[in-house]
């Protein structure tokens, strides 16, 4: 038997026994105080019921899940068995009550008494660079109707009182780096997930994971991720920050249209926040991450950007908070006023915007026109005066200020060579063309750029779209965009003083020609 058919028999058997339903009910319990060394084991329990479980797998028949008419799925927990009480013991002298009709006790009295650590399998092609709970295995059918159930009841009745409970924990911790935090993300944004999918969920069901808190604590770990370049646990925040985004999108217009009003206006004023989706599409190295990583990366771009945009239009003049180093004063040259210089990428200029790229090779190179050169002379202009007043003054203070937000400039600070070199991997063959094909339109037409994508091997993989054998979304408008992107490499590339100014590289290829 292999261990995926054991791992559905040992759902089935858990299901039988009743012993998810005592699972459940702890878990529902699980914000009391005296669960809290429970609250881990707990967390794995469910953890490994849908271990490396699609969520489509659980939507054969939609429209039954979460209101079955067959036996086992009137059995809820708690909340729906008062048929009698059984006094428990917790290990430590303290008697706990718990509901249920059934004996529950007898299989699994000594499942507490130690913590297993269970190892993960790895994918050695992968070398572990990924989490292995995107990578979903064939599910029994006999253990669907099971796991339905089984989320279903969770969503109804555990998950607000079991997630608010688990984030406060991770709060109080005060670290990032531990075994929990990560599998945490990724369950509650599987259930998330779920809840989504079915219209018949409440979405008050879930709105433990949309509190202001609990968001500002996803984001400060998934910003402590990068910085410490643990691309695995920075997976499971990617995934949950994409659950929680969707899930204010959706709450928008209902009776908890205050709550996503209140925590997409913290997230939206926080420049350090909007800072982190951009530096997000620039990590990606091929060397180091999947392609599932990359795609992560791009429906999540893409979903913040949406709900960024529906926001902003409807919020005129919204205002975000940056920070600015605020050099002391010192003896001013003549002529000369203090300056300071801006960090935040969410409320600056276009100059300052074009600085932001000046980390690509490209930093000078913002279009095909004058008027692009003359902004690329701008900009190196005042990046060197920059670096010369720094010489001359190195006593500087952040401060925080109010800058008006303009979304249309802080979408090109997506437009540099590192993003544009990470997107272009998903075209060959064409993967995730849905959330590639805006970033590439916003990066060559609205920040006027094409000229990032005149490298060889970008316009190689560009190519691989014209192939008849590839169906993928937005197909037409992918191809516009592509040709309207050769017609302006092919003007680049017949002239020299162009093709050295926008260092352009040649194809050597007839059919791209």
């Given at each position: ?149 089984i989320a279903a009841v969770f969503i109804d009745s555990c998950f607000n009182p079991f997630i608010s409970a688990m984030f406060e924990d991770a709060r109080t911790s005060g670290t990032v780096m531990d075994s929990v935090t990560p599998r945490l993300l990724y369950v509650a944004a599987y259930f998330v997930d779920i809840s989504l999918t079915n219209p018949a969920v ?191 003054d190195q006593e500087a203070s952040e401060v925080l200020v109010e800058r008006t937000f303009d979304i249309s400039k802080f979408e090109r600070a997506f437009a540099t060579a590192d993003v544009v070199k990470a997107y272009s991997h998903l075209l060959a063959p064409p993967s995730s063309i849905e959330y590639v094909y805006p970033m590439l339109n916003r990066i060559a ?69």
């Amino acid at each position: 038997m292999s261990q995926v058919e054991v791992h559905d028999t040992l759902i089935a058997v858990l299901d039988k026994e009743l012993a998810v339903d005592f699972f459940l009910t702890l878990a529902s319990s699980a914000d009391d105080k005296q669960l809290k060394d429970l609250r881990p084991t707990l967390l794995d329990i469910v953890y490994y019921l849908f271990y490396r479980v699609p969520v489509s797998a659980l939507f054969d028949q939609p429209l039954t899940w979460f209101g079955a008419d067959d036996g086992n799925s009137k059995r809820q927990g708690r909340h729906n068995n008062f048929g009698g009480v059984y006094a428990v013991s917790t290990g430590d002298s303290t008697i706990m009550p718990v509901f249920n009709a059934k004996e529950v006790l007898h299989p699994f009295a000594n499942m507490f008494k130690k913590r297993q650590n269970v190892r993960k399998p790895r994918d050695p092609a992968e070398a572990g660079h990924i989490s292995v709970d995107r990578e979903w295995r064939v599910v029994d059918p006999t253990s669907v109707p099971i796991l339905r159930r089984i989320a279903a009841v969770f969503i109804d009745s555990c998950f607000n009182p079991f997630i608010s409970a688990m984030f406060e924990d991770a709060r109080t911790s005060g670290t990032v780096m531990d075994s929990v935090t990560p599998r945490l993300l990724y369950v509650a944004a599987y259930f998330v997930d779920i809840s989504l999918t079915n219209p018949a969920v409440d979405l008050g069901c879930t709105s433990a994971l949309v509190q202001t808190h609990v968001f500002g604590l996803v984001m400060r770990n998934a910003s402590a991720y990068v910085e410490m370049r643990e691309w695995v646990p920075l997976e499971q925040a990617m995934y949950c920050t994409q659950q929680i985004l969707l899930s204010l999108g959706r709450m928008r217009g209902t009776k908890l249209d205050s709550l996503s009003e209140n925590v997409l206006s913290n997230l939206f004023y926080d420049g350090d926040a909007l800072d982190l989706f951009v530096r997000l599409c620039r990590v990606y190295k091929p060397t180091k991450h999947s392609r599932r990583f990359l795609e992560q990366i791009a429906r999540l771009t893409e979903t913040f950007l949406a709900a960024l945009k529906s926001y902003a239009q409807a919020k005129a003049g919204l205002l975000v908070k940056k920070r600015v180093k605020k050099r002391a004063k010192r003896a001013a040259k003549p002529g000369s006023d203090e300056k300071e210089g801006v960090q935040g990428l969410a409320t600056d200029s276009a100059t300052d915007v074009g600085k932001t790229a000046a980390n690509d090779n490209d930093d000078n190179e913002s279009g095909l026109g004058q008027e692009m050169d003359s902004m690329g002379e701008a900009e190196d202009k005042e990046s060197a005066d920059d670096e010369e007043e720094e010489d001359d003054d190195q006593e500087a203070s952040e401060v925080l200020v109010e800058r008006t937000f303009d979304i249309s400039k802080f979408e090109r600070a997506f437009a540099t060579a590192d993003v544009v070199k990470a997107y272009s991997h998903l075209l060959a063959p064409p993967s995730s063309i849905e959330y590639v094909y805006p970033m590439l339109n916003r990066i060559a037409i609205a920040s006027e750029r094409p000229h990032l994508f005149f490298k060889k091997n970008i316009m190689l993989r560009l190519l691989v779209l014209f192939d008849d054998q590839y169906t993928y979304p937005h197909h037409t408008e992918m191809l516009d965009l592509v040709a309207w992107i050769f017609r302006q490499y092919i003007t680049v590339i017949s002239s020299p003083a162009l093709t050295s100014h926008y260092k352009a590289e040649e194809l050597n290829n007839k059919l791209a020609i």
